[in-house]
């Protein structure tokens, strides 16, 4: 009986020092040039008594000592990491830690969320054109809304404008946002995607989220200019209400088999990333089709064209920057229905 407690006291008190102790590394992202060397900082946010050595990894990317020795009293220390060769990610994590406590040779800590992920760059000059870059296709795509606008303000009329364009945009863009807020803000899909994708960062970012709800709130604008303006005796066509209505019925669908738990909510969200992604590849030719039985663009903004295809194309180029700098170009050959998807937008 006493071994068994004894047993038991010992699991319970892993258990309890596992929880209560743990290593939180900082930054938890890091970018490197070549040859170059920053520092990362560890700390163990709770009290410990004897000093304790956390292990690395090796890897062949990156430079860092054999160990680092953190004290009780600063419960902190930090280590120069040198990146060693290009590479598009690699981790530098705690493999293993001791405790200089001559009760417990191991530190008893939770090691399994300690790492960092690092990206070896070739060179920071590139890395600023990728930043550059982003913000000005994120520009570009967030201001191609407002030509149409203002250009129908400026006339009173929507007359030139084609409804099946608006529909859809209208149907894309909520899908859209949806599926950014959902990954963004939703703590049950994060939980979901990192089962499904260990250690790898959630896709979406705050200012796709921004950029999402934005592009939604000035497409249901350029829609309610349709009801005040003139229109003359324009309206959705049945083709785009097929489609729209068969687009609701498979959100609406696969919203209902999640509540079921039939399908996975990562499976719930890309059937929204498809509804966005259906929409692209169509939206455009209701309204070419339509200046081409007119034979005539008035009406219809050309600065959302260009404002449109320049963000196309830096985005093309940040992706063709990305892949230089950490010479891995797997995102254009590894995945070519996206590259094309890409440059079907333009």
Known sequence: MILIISIISSVIFYLVQAGRHDIQPDPVELTLQVGHSKSIQFTITQQITYPIRL??????????????????????????VT????????????????????????????????????????????????FIVGW???????ISFYPQIFLNAKRKSVIGLNFDFLCLNVIGFSAYTLYNCLMYFSTRIQDAYEVENPRSPIPVLLNDVVFACHALAASIFTVFQCFIYERENQRVSLGCGFLSSSLLLFGFGASALALLRTITV?????????????VTMCKYFPQAYFNYRRKSTVGWSIGNVLLDFTGGTLDILQMIL??????????????????????YQN
């Not at 000005?136 to 967030?142: D, E, G, K, L, P």
């Not at 990562?266 to 259906?278: A, R």
């Not at 990305?322 to 440059?343: C, D, E, H, T």
């Open 55 to 80: 292990y690395f990894n090796e890897t062949d990317y990156l430079g860092v000592p054999p160990y680092l020795e953190i004290k009780p009293g600063t419960r902190k220390g930090s280590i120069n």
């Open 83 to 130: 990146g060693l060769a290009i590479v598009n990610l690699a981790f530098l994590e705690v493999a293993n830690c001791t405790s200089m406590d001559p009760k417990y040779n191991s530190c008893l800590l939770n090691i399994s969320d300690a790492f960092v992920r690092i990206q070896v760059i070739e060179s920071y000059v590139i890395e600023y054109l990728v």
């Open 136 to 142: 000005a296709y994120f520009f570009a795509w967030s």
């Open 266 to 278: 990562l499976e719930f969200i890309t059937s929204l990333s498809m509804i966005k992604m259906i």
């Open 322 to 343: 990305q892949a230089s700098n950490v010479n891995n170009w797997s995102a254009f050959y590894g995945n070519p229905v996206k590259v094309i998807f890409k440059l």
